[in-house]
């Protein structure tokens, strides 16, 4: 990679994954896209411009101008809220993606485009889950994941386009807010746990999911784009994950730290739904053995950094 374009810049992973991309690549080689949200802090330190990703000639534009050879479409809608408005998350994740890859067929840049948990079902096997197994969504966000899997696939194979993605678990952040996804309250119990002492949670004790801290999502995303292409079996999508918890253990965790820490329970219906189609726990071998993926925090070692960042951050 020489010249890069991340789209979603302003997203949740977007907005750190440029200043990664141009802490290794330089700040020059690296432009930041935004639609309807405004590029702020590090993001906008640096080449920018405004795209409509579900406009292809908008990308077209910034890719040729900037000689882009590789992209990062961080696009999407999460989970619950595309459950709200299905239309708008197809749309955006499918209709970004295609614009995505026909861009990158006509250019020859190479293509990272996440996947998601949400790419499995209740008939996917729930523990351990392989990463060649059943892939039957329940949710819009989760069929759109599939079908960005098997696009991207369709285009490596019969176009030669450098595709490869990541399936994402719930991913937590110690700078960007939650976006409306079932996984969001892994994020919300530190901002709770320092400014209230006490958390109310949207998913029911018992709720395995799998999680990672965004410094190694952040990586997963970077150390997939340089591996060498001759050494990926699968590329569209490779399982990877952290750590798998649910409510209670990082609860016990903040506890640690803050030992008057209160937990409640008020189940919401429609995410307590969605994440009981999702996997407890994802077997990553294949990123580990293909491309040597390898997490750097656990649920510990997550918490310990999370709460010392935002207690700077919230006092």
């Not at 330089?26 to 949200?37: E, P, R, Y």
């Not at 209230?196 to 395995?208: I, N, Q, R, S, V």
């Amino acid at each position: 990679m020489k010249k890069i374009l991340v789209i979603g810049a302003a997203g949740q992973i977007g907005s750190e994954l440029v200043p990664a991309l141009r802490k290794r690549y330089g700040k020059d080689n690296v432009v930041a896209s935004f639609n309807s949200t405004p590029l702020t802090g590090e993001v906008a330190e640096g080449p920018s411009s405004k795209i409509n990703a579900t406009n292809a000639q908008d990308i077209a534009d910034v890719v040729k101008k900037h000689q882009i050879d590789a992209i990062y479409n961080m696009s999407a809608v999460l989970s619950a809220k595309a459950e709200a408005d299905p239309m708008w998350g197809w749309n955006i994740g499918i209709g970004s993606l295609l614009n995505c890859l026909e861009v990158a067929r006509e250019f020859k840049a190479a293509l990272f485009t996440p996947s998601s948990i949400g790419a499995f079902g209740p008939e996917t096997p729930m523990d351990n889950t392989p990463q060649d197994t059943i892939q039957r969504p329940k949710t819009i966000y989760g069929v759109s994941k599939v079908a960005g899997e098997l696009l991207s696939d369709y285009y490596y194979k019969r176009f030669g386009v450098d595709t490869r993605s990541v399936r994402y678990p719930g991913i937590i952040s110690n700078l960007t807010l939650p976006g409306g996804g079932t996984t969001d309250y892994a994020v919300e119990i530190y901002y709770a746990a320092i400014q209230e002492g006490k958390f109310t949670c949207p998913l029911g004790k018992g709720t395995f999911l799998d999680m990672m801290y965004m410094p190694d999502a952040i990586d997963a995303a970077i150390d997939l784009m340089e591996v060498d292409p001759a050494k990926l079996i699968h590329r569209n999508s490779f399982n990877v994950t952290a750590m798998s918890f649910d409510p209670d253990m990082i609860y016990c965790e903040i506890k640690k730290h803050i030992p008057h820490f209160e937990l409640f329970y008020d189940v919401n219906p429609l995410k307590q739904g969605i994440a009981n189609t999702w996997p407890n726990s994802m077997d990553d071998s294949a990123a580990r053995a293909e491309w040597g993926w390898s997490p750097k925090f656990n649920l510990a070692s997550m918490t310990v950094d999370m709460l010392a960042v935002l207690g700077k951050k919230l006092k």
